[in-house]
């Protein structure tokens, strides 16, 4: 008799929250252990779970290295239907992103992790591990790039961020979720799960230098700044990053700087959602940036743009190739 081949899904931990405990000399919580939930997702026990864990950190200490780590791990899998990244929550956004634009592979990637450890009463492990091992099954998942599955809500990793520092709905980000998933008890449906997008998936870019090279900071923008930093932060670096003000907007002290800066300067904005755009003409303003060089990120944060700009320089785009990438939002 026929029997369907069984599924396959990795499971790939990396520490955070959801690996946590409290350190028993009081030490506060650290990563301890993967997350030892493989064998207790529910709606799982056709699938064959395979279950790595690279590295076992929490977020903060993630680097862009690391990244390039699990995008190599990931990229290497064989016949596998889906991928599940568990991940600390801080720097979620970042890894997420990174594979957005490294990380081409035929299977779904969904990266989840958890607000409370494991000896809370609210603890939202299981909860977000179950439904990133659903999503990352589910057909409709396909060519979408890495998602953030986080309390039932589905990111996409351009535009997914964490909005709360310790609500368990920690993750948002304009324009908001592109799915959704509920578990339901009608046995009919694919794991007892709803899944909903709600739109199609979108064409994407790949950028996979071998190496990281290039050396990439971000500056943070503020009333009555007068450039504080910045010489210091051009001197050792390929290329910058300010999280500007409003559309894309600074003092005027720092227009003739980002003039005379021969490195890319990428523009992105400190308030959490909307464009850069090129509106003002003040000295500072977005549209004297613009003209002085300075290459809006559109939508992407900065710390995103971050990831960019150092794929791209690490690539060895030049000024005008890395413009237009980000220009045209080939990201
Ligand atoms: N500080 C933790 C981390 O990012 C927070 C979490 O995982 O929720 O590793």
């Known amino acids: ?26 030490a506060g919580l650290t990563p301890q ?4 939930l493989d064998g207790m997702i529910p709606g799982l026990e056709d699938v064959e779970l395979l279950s790595f864990q690279p590295f076992n950190l929490p977020s903060p200490h993630v680097t862009p290295r690391h990244m390039l780590e699990l995008q190599t791990l990931l990229g290497g899998l064989e016949d596998v239907d889906g991928a599940v990244v568990t991940h600390g929550t801080d720097t979620l956004e970042e890894t997420a992103f990174f594979l957005h634009l490294t990380l081409n592979v035929p299977y779904p990637v969904v990266l989840t992790g958890s607000m409370r450890h494991t000896g809370e009463l609210s603890w939202d492990g299981p909860g977000n591990l179950r439904d990133a091992a659903q999503t990352a099954l589910h057909p409709a998942s ?29 993750f948002g980000g304009y324009p908001g979720p592109i799915g959704r998933i509920d578990q339901v008890a009608d046995q009919q449906m694919e794991a007892g799960a709803a899944l909903r997008y709600f739109a199609g998936p979108q064409e994407r870019h790949f950028y996979t230098p071998q190496r990281l090279s290039a050396h990439v900071e971000v500056l943070y923008a503020y009333a009555g700044w007068q450039g504080e930093g910045y010489a210091e932060a051009q001197a050792r670096s390929d290329g910058l990053v300010i999280a500007a003000l409003g559309t894309g907007n600074l003092p005027a002290e720092l227009l003739p700087l980002i003039a005379a800066t021969r490195q890319p300067v990428v523009i992105a904005t400190r308030t959490h959602a909307g464009p850069i755009l090129p509106v003002y003409g003040y000295a500072g303003g977005g549209a004297t940036l613009r003209r002085a060089g300075a290459i809006p990120a559109s939508f992407l944060n900065a710390h995103k743009a971050r990831l960019l700009l150092m794929l791209l320089l690490s690539l060895g785009m030049h000024q005008g190739e890395i413009r237009a990438v980000f220009e045209e939002g080939r990201f």
């Open 1 to 26: 008799m026929f029997s369907p081949a069984r599924r396959r899904l990795a499971l790939v931990h990396t520490g955070g929250t959801i690996a946590s405990r409290p350190d028993p000399r009081g």
């Open 33 to 36: 252990q993967a997350p030892m």
């Open 142 to 170: 396909k060519g979408r790039g890495p998602l953030v599955a986080f309390g039932g809500d589905l990111f996409d990793a351009r535009t997914v961020t964490k909005v709360h520092s310790s609500a368990v709905d920690a």
